[in-house]
């Protein structure tokens, strides 16, 4: 009759690598979303811009990036991208953690072409004779986003940016296909190991649930504690 193992999960070697999965899984959400904020903003200014031909690079940018799975751009960056570098610097690049940086640049790209459509919606919901009156007062298009627009635009992105920051916690179980050992590629060594898979990928599904009911609880606190009031 089958017994769960808590011993496996509570000390031990196992127990060590379980958390290390897990270290590694938040570090790999936090790199990314510090990262992907900034280049959304890019892109959605880009996506605003006066400029058609800046509109046509972000358009083609979040087009290009969403309609393609994350497995395929995991896979791109680890396996295509090296072989278009110079010999060296693929060398150099293959003695360092090749698998996490793959992976970060993959969910980087990814994480920002969603972002950008949430930063732009929050940006046009901002009234437009706020840009009018800061070109009037002669402020350039990126001096008026920065100093009038964005500060606006904060409290309505904010929480739509918080539900991607809940797919990108998810999201980085994906990184295993290319050997980043993330959480998920731990719980299947373990279950490799000791044949203790209920054990393993429990531990894997409460850490997930964990991480994205915080995420969901910090989005509902968010809501009711900055309400988002129609003009």
């Known amino acids: 009759m089958f017994s769960f193992d808590f011993s496996l999960l509570l000390s031990g070697?196992?127990?060590?690598?379980?958390?290390?999965?897990?270290?590694?899984?938040?570090?790999?959400?936090?790199?990314?979303?510090?990262?992907?904020?900034?280049?959304?903003?890019?892109?959605?200014?880009?996506?605003?811009?006066?400029?058609?031909?800046?509109?046509?690079?972000?358009?083609?940018?979040?087009?290009?990036?969403?309609?393609?799975?994350?497995?395929?751009?995991?896979?791109?960056?680890y396996f295509g991208a090296p072989e278009m570098l110079p010999?060296?610097?693929?060398q150099r690049l293959y003695a360092t953690n090749i698998e996490a940086i793959s992976a970060v640049v993959a969910l980087t790209l990814y994480t920002a072409a969603y972002?950008?459509?949430?930063?732009?919606?929050?940006?046009?919901?901002?009234?437009?004779?706020?840009?009018?009156?800061?070109?009037a007062l002669g402020l350039g298009f990126l001096q008026a986003m920065q100093l009038v627009i964005l500060p606006q635009a904060v409290r309505v992105?904010?929480?739509?940016?918080?539900?991607?920051?809940?797919?990108?916690?998810?999201?980085?179980?994906?990184?295993?296909?290319?050997?980043?050992a993330e959480m998920m590629y731990r719980a299947a060594q373990v279950e490799s190991a000791t044949f203790r898979s209920v054990e393993a990928f429990a531990f894997a599904t409460a850490a997930y649930l964990t991480i994205s009911l915080t995420i969901t609880g910090l989005a509902s606190w968010y809501q009711h504690r900055y309400p988002v009031r129609s003009r």
């Open 13 to 77: 070697q196992y127990h060590d690598a379980l958390v290390a999965g897990f270290v590694l899984s938040l570090q790999l959400t936090a790199v990314t979303l510090v990262l992907a904020v900034p280049l959304a903003t890019a892109v959605a200014m880009l996506r605003l811009s006066p400029s058609r031909l800046l509109r046509a690079v972000g358009v083609s940018y979040v087009e290009a990036i969403r309609n393609v799975p994350l497995l395929a751009h995991m896979l791109f960056w």
């Open 115 to 135: 972002m950008a459509e949430d930063i732009r919606s929050g940006i046009r919901a901002v009234p437009p004779g706020q840009m009018e009156a800061s070109r």
């Open 87 to 90: 010999e060296a610097l693929k």
């Open 157 to 180: 992105t904010i929480p739509p940016l918080i539900s991607q920051t809940l797919n990108l916690w998810k999201n980085t179980s994906i990184a295993t296909v290319i050997g980043v």
